[in-house]
C-alpha cells in the first residue's frame, strides 16, 4: 500500500499558480523558495503518484539535507526511486556551480549591502533540521571570505561562547560579520535568548573591533533582521 499523502499525487500544473516553484520564484524571487522548491524546479518532473516537489523533499530528506545531497555522487543518486541518470546529473551540475560561485576570487564576490543579500547567500538553512549558527565574514568592502558553521545545537547565550564567533573572524583577518541561526520550526521570530546573545556579540565584537552589523533568524521561507527590527542593535 502507498504512503504517499494526497498532495503528492496531485501534479505540479494541477496546484494553484500561487504554490508552484517555478511561478513563485518568477513572480517573487528565488530568495523565498525552500531548498526543495528550488530543487523541484532542477528536477522538472517526479514519477508515477509523485510530483516533483514531493520527489525533492523525499530527496533531501534520503540524503540528510543540502549538505548530504552535495556529497552524494551521481551515480548513488540516480538509484533513489524517480531521479535516475539525467536528473542526477542536473542536481550535480547546479551544485558544482554554486561551489565555483562560492569559489571565486575576492574581486568576484558581490559585496554584502543589506540583510536580504546576506539571506540569499544563507536561505538554505531554512531546510536544516537542527539549529545551526553560521557567521558570514566579511572584509573591508563588504565581500565574503567565508560562511563557517560555528554551532549545531540549541543556540542560546548560555550555550554559544562569543570567542567561538570570532576565532574564524580573527583567523580570516574579517573586518565585520553577519549572524545567522535557522529556526527549525519555520518561525522566524526572535526569542529573548536569541535577543541576548546578539547584544553579548555586540559588545564583545566592540572590544575586538570586528563590527556585528546584523543577526538573521531564518524560518520557512523567511527571516528576521534584529538590526532591521531596532533589536539589540543601536540605532547609528
Known amino acids: ?3 504517499h499523502p494526497a498532495s503528492a499525487w496531485i501534479t505540479m500544473k494541477d ?3 500561487s504554490e508552484r516553484p517555478r511561478e513563485r520564484l518568477i513572480q517573487h524571487g528565488p530568495a523565498i523558495l525552500s ?3 528550488l530543487l523541484a524546479i532542477l528536477l522538472r518532473t517526479g514519477r508515477r503518484g509523485e510530483n516533483a516537489l514531493y520527489l525533492a523533499h523525499r530527496l533531501l530528506q534520503n540524503c540528510g539535507g543540502l549538505a548530504g545531497l552535495a556529497r552524494t555522487p551521481a551515480h548513488e543518486l540516480a538509484r533513489i526511486p524517480g531521479v535516475g541518470l539525467a536528473k542526477a546529473a542536473q542536481i550535480q551540475a547546479a551544485l558544482e556551480l554554486g561551489r ?3 569559489a571565486a576570487t575576492p574581486e568576484e564576490r558581490p559585496p554584502v549591502r543589506s540583510a536580504h543579500d546576506a539571506y540569499l547567500l544563507l ?3 531554512a531546510d536544516l533540521e537542527q539549529e545551526t549558527l553560521r557567521v558570514l565574514l566579511l572584509d573591508t568592502r563588504g565581500r565574503v571570505l567565508a560562511i563557517p558553521t560555528i554551532y549545531v545545537g540549541n543556540v542560546n547565550t548560555t550555550l554559544v561562547r562569543p570567542a567561538e564567533i570570532f576565532r574564524e573572524a580573527i583567523r580570516r583577518n574579517a573586518v565585520s ?3 545567522a541561526h535557522n529556526h527549525p ?4 521570530a526572535p526569542s529573548p535568548e536569541d535577543i541576548a546573545l546578539t547584544r553579548d556579540l555586540v559588545a564583545a565584537g566592540r572590544l575586538l573591533g570586528i563590527g556585528v552589523l ?3 533568524i531564518i524560518g520557512r521561507g523567511r527571516y528576521t533582521s534584529l538590526r532591521e527590527h531596532g533589536v539589540a542593535f543601536h540605532t547609528p
Open 1 to 3: 500500500m502507498d504512503s
Open 15 to 17: 496546484l494553484p499558480e
Open 35 to 37: 531548498a526543495a522548491e
Open 100 to 102: 565555483r560561485v562560492a
Open 123 to 125: 536561505a538554505d538553512m
Open 177 to 179: 560579520l553577519i549572524i
Open 185 to 188: 520550526s519555520g518561525d522566524p
Open 214 to 216: 546584523d543577526h538573521l
